[in-house]
């Protein structure tokens, strides 16, 4: 009987050596096939709540539950072997307390075979990044434009624009970082500023809308394959899948009407 080698997955510990060195890559995935395909030339691959609007038709990702994550992030986990895998805690699911975040996030570790968490949040979550990460769970924190708190900051609005905010920004990067989080992103910050951060924190920051000096960067998978109806000025379109597929539907519904589908080659005799 001969024995599959298993390829091993890249590791929390190897994403964070990665600081100041070659650039992470990483997107989003929320499905088992096309992870399986991410999964070729990604570093570690998210499955973020951005889920909810873009799978699910929500407005915000604050209507998230934590079962749809766990049924995402097990079938991302399941159609890939290579990238980690870091499964984003919704809303709801960790700011009450740091056990409450512990309990969560352990389902989610459990439930998922995920390899790492991802919360919003920078000093605020401090102390719960800790609690996580002294008892076995690798945190990757999230800071900028945090899209959980859209309806305190009056939407998904570009952070760092005045820069008497800055200072605040930077301090929530040292206290993720403080905290013990392994890498942190960077979302909708001005670009300075984004590479101030990069520069002053020794964990790998994620750059999406922020800079290209990040240690690293993140898109939303249907984004940059050109499927999402609208995007962020901050995402480069790299396909044209939303045309492919409505050439394709169009197509087949062409062939349908006039009965050319199916023919003899999808029919049983
Ligand atoms: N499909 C998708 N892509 C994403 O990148 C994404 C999601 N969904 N859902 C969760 C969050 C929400 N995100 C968003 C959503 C909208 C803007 C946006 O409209 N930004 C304005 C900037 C406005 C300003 O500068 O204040 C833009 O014009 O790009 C940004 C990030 C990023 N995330
Ligand atoms: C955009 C990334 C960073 C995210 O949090 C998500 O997709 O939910
Ligand atoms: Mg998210």
């Not at 510990?13 to 060195?21: F, L, T, V």
């Not at 990483?26 to 399986?36: C, E, F, K, M, N």
């Not at 939407?155 to 970082?177: C, I, L, N, P, Y």
């Not at 300075?192 to 990040?214: F, V």
């Amino acid at each position: 009987m001969s024995k599959q080698v298993k390829t091993r997955r890249t590791t929390v510990p190897q994403i964070a050596a990665r600081k100041g060195g070659d650039p992470i890559v990483s997107l989003t995935s929320y499905h088992a096939h096309t992870a399986a395909i991410v999964d070729k030339h990604a570093d570690f691959i998210l499955v973020g709540d951005s889920l909810g609007m873009v799978m699910h038709g929500m407005e915000s990702t604050v209507g998230v539950p934590l079962d749809l994550m766990i049924m995402h992030g097990r079938a991302v986990v399941k159609g890939t072997q290579k990238a980690l895998v870091v499964v984003d805690m919704p809303f709801g699911s960790y700011e009450e307390s740091p056990s409450v975040a512990f309990r969560n996030a352990a389902k989610i570790m459990k439930e998922t075979q995920c390899g790492a968490v991802k919360l919003e949040g920078g000093a605020r979550m401090a102390e719960t990044i800790r609690f996580l990460t002294e008892r076995g769970i690798p945190v990757m924190a999230h800071i900028g434009l945090t899209p959980q708190s859209s309806h305190v900051m009056g939407g998904f609005k570009t952070q760092g624009r005045d820069e008497d905010t800055w200072a605040a920004h930077e301090a929530d990067a040292q206290a993720v970082s403080d905290a013990g989080a392994f890498a942190v992103v960077l979302e909708g910050m001005v670009e300075p500023l984004a590479a101030k951060i990069t520069k002053q924190i020794p964990i790998p920051t994620i750059g999406i809308g922020a800079s290209a000096e990040c240690d690293g960067q993140i898109l939303v998978l249907e984004d940059m394959l050109g499927l999402s109806p609208w995007t962020p000025k901050f995402v480069k379109v790299y396909g044209n899948l939303g045309e492919m597929i409505e050439k394709a539907v169009e197509e087949y519904a062409t062939d349908v009407k006039s009965r050319a589908f199916p023919s003899e080659d999808e029919i049983y005799r």
